[in-house]
């Protein structure tokens, strides 16, 4: 018998059925006899195919390990952290984004106060308005009858010029009357009492 060379350790899988403590069914030691004991195996091993190590990427080697298996799960377990990454930098910028419509609908509505707010004082200020419009024509008025009281006090004031003026020339002809009748009379008596 030949020793099989010993390049890599391969544990060779047969179709037996394990129990739960490793230990081989009957049925399984009379369909493979020969696979019983490990010791057992045949002289022609080395004559396993070559391409025994072109195991196909998504079959699970449960049995034996390949020098490729091992990063493949790292580069897919870094793609998979890369997904949940994007996925969370979407989420983020989604709340973000929900974040900054409801911070917009919050300054719309605080807008729509204040727009309220302004119609509102524009109202009261036009009612102000208003208000001093109908005072700016009633003291208009006012002035006007003002303005016309003032010339007729000044048209009075020109009358009762006159009638000093009257009055002063009045005593003064009344007093010379007064006074040439009084020298008269006197002339007069003077001259009927003498003999």
């Known amino acids: 018998m030949t020793q099989p060379k010993k390049k890599k350790n391969f544990i060779i899988i047969t179709s037996r059925s394990f129990n739960n403590n490793n230990e081989t069914?009957?049925?399984?030691?009379?369909?493979?006899?020969?696979?019983s004991n490990?010791?057992?195996?045949p002289s022609n091993i080395e004559t396993i195919p070559s391409n025994i190590e072109t195991i196909p990427s998504n079959i699970v080697p449960y049995a034996t390990t390949s020098s490729?298996?091992?990063?493949?799960?790292?580069?897919?377990?870094?793609?998979?952290?890369?997904?949940?990454q994007q996925l969370e930098d979407e989420l983020k910028r989604s709340q973000q984004?929900?974040?900054?419509?409801?911070?917009l609908e919050n300054e719309l509505k605080s807008v729509q106060q204040l727009k309220e707010q302004l119609e509102s004082?524009?109202?009261?200020?036009?009612?102000?308005?208003?208000?001093?419009e109908y005072e700016l024509k009633y003291a208009q008025q006012l002035k006007e009858q003002l303005e016309y009281e003032l010339r007729y006090a000044q048209q009075l004031e020109v009358r009762v010029q006159l009638l000093e003026n009257g009055v002063y020339w009045l005593?003064?002809?009344?007093?010379?009357?007064?006074?040439?009748?009084?020298?008269d009379v006197s002339v007069f008596v003077q001259n009927f009492l003498q003999p």
């Not at 490990?38 to 195996?41: A, L, R």
């Not at 004082?121 to 102000?128: A, G, T, V, Y």
């Not at 002809?173 to 040439?180: H, M, P």
């Open 38 to 41: 490990i010791e057992t195996i």
């Open 97 to 103: 984004s929900q974040g900054r419509t409801q911070q």
């Open 171 to 183: 005593k003064n002809v009344t007093r010379n009357f007064l006074t040439n009748l009084l020298s």
């Open 25 to 35: 069914s009957p049925a399984s030691e009379s369909e493979h006899p020969q696979t």
């Open 121 to 132: 004082q524009l109202k009261c200020i036009q009612q102000i308005k208003e208000h001093f």
């Open 68 to 84: 490729d298996y091992v990063p493949n799960l790292e580069s897919r377990v870094q793609h998979l952290e890369e997904c949940i």
